[in-house]
């Protein structure tokens, strides 16, 4: 991410929490450039497409869309269909299909090319779903449920393979890093699963998950909300209600850096810039923060949201 105070047109920040709103920002100011309602529910998660211009949020029985730039205060196409929360959402890397995963047990594949809203693909376990990704070879979905286990869905062979990093303990959020090489999960007891994987290509599914040195850690003293790693891959952030974010060496755990703020309550969710420089976080006192992660400040604060912010979606490109 350039610096701060200089302008940043490739750069993409969204919020979206309790309040029934999603708010775009001037990442560099500060300043919201944008709000459009989601009237029917809190917003759950929220992703972008990899070129930027399509917004997917995910809340109660649904999934909205919304275009990035369009002047429009509504969503642009709705999905339907889904009993419950959705819990997480994400893309296709050439925008082809949309993934998400719920509290009804069932992962989805939308057809985003496709006239129909239904889902064209599911796959459905007997538990409440909490988190998913996509694995960069965009063949094998990996979701989590709350009953401690990670499933990795192989959507070519219609094969799915289990693990159970911590059996009977929710599955907060997991992450895949940017290489396909590590699987990161935490858990509701603050607890960080790092795993070495492999066997995941587009002609075979031997799925085999190493827990890495010192895996599993306990990497807070509360809830486990969020898990993603840095896109060099050697890093992780966490996020948690114990009001802090965490940073992580990828391959020995090490505890990096704590950042904390007197004002910030539960941090739902944050995310590496992606020259690793800053991170993003978004709290349940309604402020979402932008952090130097060299000396662990607040650099810049977006201040709207009039209830708990519970998603983010960024996108960034380096100066």
């Known amino acids: 991410m350039s610096?701060?105070?200089?302008?940043?047109?490739?750069?993409?920040?969204?919020?979206?929490?309790?309040?029934?709103?999603?708010?775009?920002?001037?990442?560099?100011?500060?300043?919201?450039?944008?709000?459009?309602?989601?009237?029917?529910?809190?917003?759950?998660?929220?992703?972008?497409?990899?070129?930027?211009?399509?917004?997917?949020?995910?809340?109660y029985q649904h999934i909205r869309l919304y275009e990035v730039n369009s002047p429009n205060q509504q969503h642009d196409k709705s999905y339907e269909g889904i009993s419950k929360n959705v819990l997480g959402v994400g893309f296709h890397q050439d925008s082809r299909w949309m993934y998400t995963a719920g509290e009804d047990g069932t992962a989805r594949i939308w057809d985003l090319r496709a006239n129909s809203t239904s889902s064209q693909k599911s796959n459905q376990v007997n538990c409440p779903l909490s988190s998913i990704c996509l694995h960069p070879n965009q063949a094998h979905l990996v979701f989590s449920d709350q009953n401690g286990s990670v499933?990795?869905?192989?959507?070519?062979?219609?094969?799915?393979?289990?693990?159970?990093?911590?059996?009977?303990?929710?599955?907060?959020?997991?992450?895949?890093?940017?290489?396909?090489?590590?699987?990161?999960?935490?858990?509701?007891?603050?607890?960080?699963?790092?795993?070495?994987?492999?066997?995941?290509?587009?002609d075979s599914m031997e799925f085999k998950a190493t827990p890495t040195n010192f895996s599993p850690t306990t990497a807070h003293s509360s809830y486990g909300l969020k898990v993603r790693f840095s896109p060099?891959?050697?890093?992780?952030?966490?996020?948690?209600?114990?009001?802090?974010?965490?940073?992580?060496?990828?391959?020995?755990?090490?505890?990096?850096?704590?950042?904390?703020?007197?004002?910030?309550?539960?941090?739902?969710?944050?995310?590496?810039?992606?020259?690793?420089?800053?991170?993003?976080?978004?709290?349940?006192?309604?402020i979402a923060r932008l952090w130097s992660v060299h000396d662990k400040t607040v650099r810049r604060e977006y201040i709207g949201h009039q209830k708990a912010i519970t998603a983010l979606a960024f996108a960034d490109s380096v100066a």
Not at 157 to 176: E, F, H, R, S, W
Not at 254 to 274: H, P, R, Y
């Open 3 to 59: 610096a701060p105070g200089s302008s940043g047109s490739n750069v993409i920040l969204a919020t979206g929490g309790y309040d029934h709103t999603i708010r775009f920002w001037h990442a560099h100011t500060g300043v919201c450039c944008r709000t459009v309602q989601h009237p029917d529910s809190q917003v759950n998660a929220l992703a972008l497409n990899s070129s930027k211009d399509t917004l997917a949020a995910a809340g």
């Open 151 to 202: 499933f990795v869905w192989d959507l070519r062979a219609d094969k799915t393979q289990k693990i159970c990093p911590d059996k009977g303990t929710n599955i907060v959020a997991l992450d895949i890093d940017p290489e396909g090489v590590y699987l990161a999960c935490v858990t509701s007891k603050g607890v960080l699963h790092v795993y070495s994987i492999s066997g995941l290509t587009q």
């Open 232 to 286: 060099d891959s050697t890093l992780l952030v966490t996020a948690s209600a114990d009001k802090t974010v965490k940073t992580w060496t990828t391959s020995d755990l090490g505890l990096v850096s704590t950042f904390k703020d007197e004002k910030q309550k539960w941090v739902w969710d944050a995310v590496f810039s992606l020259d690793n420089e800053h991170i993003i976080s978004a709290s349940s006192d309604g």
